[in-house]
Every structure is written in structure tokens, then in C-alpha cells.
């Protein structure tokens, strides 16, 4: 137990300052400070703002992990931060702060990737995940299927959304009903009281001849608009719960479908579902009695592990160095559009072993 890898995990990709600390698998705290109110009245997350606000809470934030995981600083083996993929600017305030606190602390540093360690968080959950691993990975940014062989070297893209993410589908839809921002959680409870099958929205990708494992989304948030906009012109009262209910059912139906499929395709018998919208709870009942129809084991994480945060960054990074991965080097770079097959960024300068990062602490920059 006492020498499973005590990591501390530090998250800045949006709008969401996370700091996670882990010991292994099992999480000693998270903290996060959210920035999403100053969005709002937005509708969409201002980069600059998400920058600052990171800046302003990143130290408090990481006093009060210590604090709440009751360890010291000195006791870390490592330190994990999000080197993308993300807000550039938003990225590089973490970058910076994880590279400060491992020079100072004089520990190794892992840089790794945001998408990779929202698989990563699961083994939070229910313990080691199973190798391969099959991810469904649902957010705001993002929705992949994702084939995992190894989450710390070895992540494949099996397909992924030619346009819209599917968070990005719920916060437009929501802002089409006027129900604010972040989207996600507001539909998904007026879709509670609504009927899932009063309309019959599009489900995209999923002609006979269409790509199997990709998404879209653009069409369906352009049907649902104008399915709004008409009821509106013929002066009629837009049913908003069945319209959140309608369109939820048909992103979840499409999700579990192409999920269920990859599964059964490339014989893998779980499914792994993670990001912001792995959250929603028609998403997790639906891919629960489509998994045990095809006998396929789900795996979804709690929702506060499911959105942004910094134990899932801690949690990738305590099996960086479970596994010996060698530690990024001090010119790790912030890399916003980072690819999802690169789990572990070494920094620039090429990777350096645990022992020679320490050494490069205590020399400094040499250029
Ligand atoms: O993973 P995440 O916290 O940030 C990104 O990396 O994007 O995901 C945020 C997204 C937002 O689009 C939000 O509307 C969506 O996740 N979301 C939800 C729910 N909770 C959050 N979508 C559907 N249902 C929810 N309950
Ligand atoms: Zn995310």
C-alpha cells in the first residue's frame, strides 16, 4: 500500500482548476475551483478569463488538496500536470505552476494528456482498468472511441466527431431553449420530466454507408433549432422538457450504438464511458441496459470524476510512475491541439529518467 506512488495531479485545460492527489488507486483528494459563473453570461468559456481565474486559484487550490489529502508536499513522488489538449493559454498557467512546485520540491515531473487521463480516472472507481481498454469519451471538446492497449504509451483513435463534440451539442441546444450555460446538466433535467420519444430527431453517422465509429452532431443541434424556431413562428409554447428529452435520447442512442459495436468488433468485453458527458444520466442508464443486452461490463465514473478535475491528471500520472514511464523534461511544452496517442508528453528536449530530472532540478537550465 504505503509504496504505491503518491502523486499530485494539476488540471487547467478550461475553465476548471483542478488539483487531485492519489496513492495509486485510490484518491486522497480533489479540489477544484471552477470559473464557469464568470463564463456565463457568456455562453461559452472566455479564454482570457479561464486564465486568470486558473492563476488566481491554482496556490489556494493546491494548499487545500494538501490540506484535505493530509500529506506533505515533501512526501510526493511526483507531480502531474495537463499538457493538453486545452486552451493554450489556460494549459500553460498549470505547466507552469507543476514545473515550479517539482523544481522547487525537487521532484519528477509528468506532463501528460487530458483525454487519456479521463480514462485514467476510472481506476479511482473500480480499480485497474482491463488492458485492452475500450473508452467512449464524451465531452466538450471531444467524443471518441478510443481503444486503449496500455493508457500510459499506446492510446488508438478508433473514430471521432467530424463536427460538433457532444457536450458542445447539449450547451448549443440549451442556449437554442435559453436555459444558460454549461448546457449539460440543465437538459439533462428538464429531460427528466419530459418524453423521450415526442420527437424523432436525426441520428447522425448512421446510414448503412456511413463511417461506423464516427460521430455528428451538427445536424441534429440544426434540426432541434429549427424544430424550435417553427413551433416559435406559429406562436406556439416550446415543450422544452420533451425537446431536451428528444434530443438526448438521440445523442445517447447514437454514443451507446457505436460503443457497443466498437466493443463487439475489435473483442472487448467492457466498456469504459468518461468525460463531462459520461455525467448524464440518461447517457449511463441507456449504456447500462445496452451493455448487459450484448453481456459487455460497463465502467462509468462517478460524475465529479466524469467532468474536469485534477485527481484524474494525478491518477495517470501515479501509473506513469508505477510503470517506470521516465519523467518530462523542464521544457515540457503547453500543447493546446496535443494528439490523443501521445498519453505521456516528454517535454522537448527528449524524456529524462526520474534520477537525471532530479539532477537537471539541481543544476537548472544549461542552454
Ligand atoms: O470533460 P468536461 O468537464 O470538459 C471538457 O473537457 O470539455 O466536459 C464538459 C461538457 C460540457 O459541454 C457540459 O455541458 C457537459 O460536459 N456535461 C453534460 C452533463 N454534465 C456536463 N452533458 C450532458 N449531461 C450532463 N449531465
Ligand atoms: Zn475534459
Known amino acids: 500500500m504505503t509504496d504505491e506512488p503518491l502523486v499530485l495531479g494539476i488540471e487547467t485545460s478550461c475553465d476548471e482548476t483542478g488539483v487531485g492527489i492519489v496513492r495509486g488507486h485510490t484518491l486522497l483528494a480533489d479540489a477544484v475551483a471552477s470559473s464557469v459563473d464568470e463564463h456565463a453570461r457568456f455562453g461559452g468559456v472566455v479564454p482570457e478569463v479561464a486564465s486568470r481565474a486558473h492563476l488566481e486559484a491554482m496556490v489556494p487550490t493546491i494548499q487545500r488538496a494538501l490540506k484535505e489529502a493530509g500529506v506533505a508536499a515533501s512526501d510526493l513522488d511526483g507531480i502531474a500536470v495537463t499538457a493538453g489538449p486545452g486552451l493554450a493559454g489556460a494549459l500553460l498557467v498549470g ?8 523544481y522547487a520540491l525537487g521532484k519528477p515531473l509528468y506532463g ?24 467512449l469519451l464524451v465531452s466538450g471538446g471531444h467524443s471518441s472511441l478510443l481503444l486503449a492497449p496500455d493508457i500510459t504509451t499506446d ?10 463534440a457532444a457536450g458542445e451539442a447539449f450547451d448549443k441546444v440549451a442556449r437554442v431553449l435559453g436555459l444558460g450555460f454549461p448546457g449539460g446538466p440543465v437538459v439533462d433535467r428538464y429531460a427528466r420530466e419530459g418524453d423521450p420519444s415526442a420527437i424523432r430527431f436525426p441520428r447522425g453517422l448512421t446510414g448503412p454507408r456511413d463511417p461506423v465509429y464516427d460521430f455528428s452532431f451538427s445536424g441534429l443541434k440544426t434540426a432541434v433549432a429549427r424544430w424550435v424556431e417553427e413551433r416559435r413562428r406559429e406562436g406556439k409554447q416550446v415543450p422544452i422538457a420533451d425537446v431536451a428529452a428528444s434530443f438526448q435520447e438521440a445523442v445517447t442512442d447514437v454514443l451507446t450504438r457505436k460503443a457497443i459495436r466498437a466493443c463487439k468488433d475489435n473483442g472487448v468485453d467492457h466498456l469504459m464511458i468518461g468525460g463531462g458527458v459520461a455525467a448524464n444520466s440518461r447517457l449511463r442508464s441507456m449504456a447500462e441496459e445496452r451493455c448487459a443486452d450484448a453481456g459487455i461490463r460497463l465502467r462509468v465514473p462517478r460524475p465529479k470524476l466524469c467532468t474536469d478535475n485534477g485527481a484524474m491528471v494525478a491518477a495517470l500520472g501515479a501509473e506513469m510512475v508505477a510503470r517506470g514511464r521516465p519523467a518530462s523534461d523542464w521544457e515540457l511544452p503547453a ?19 526520474a534520477h537525471t530530472a532530479l539532477h537537471a532540478a539541481g543544476h537548472g537550465h544549461t542552454h
Not at 335 to 353: F, K, M, N, R
Open 95 to 102: 505547466v507552469a505552476a507543476a514545473k515550479a512546485y517539482a
Open 112 to 135: 501528460v494528456n487530458h483525454l487519456a487521463s479521463h480514462i485514467c480516472v476510472d481506476q479511482l472507481e473500480h480499480g485497474a482498468l482491463p488492458e485492452p481498454t475500450m473508452a
Open 155 to 164: 492510446v488508438r483513435p478508433l473514430g471521432s466527431t467530424i463536427d460538433d
Open 335 to 353: 500543447d493546446s491541439s496535443l494528439p490523443v496517442t501521445e498519453p505521456h508528453v516528454p517535454g522537448a528536449g527528449g524524456a529524462l529518467d
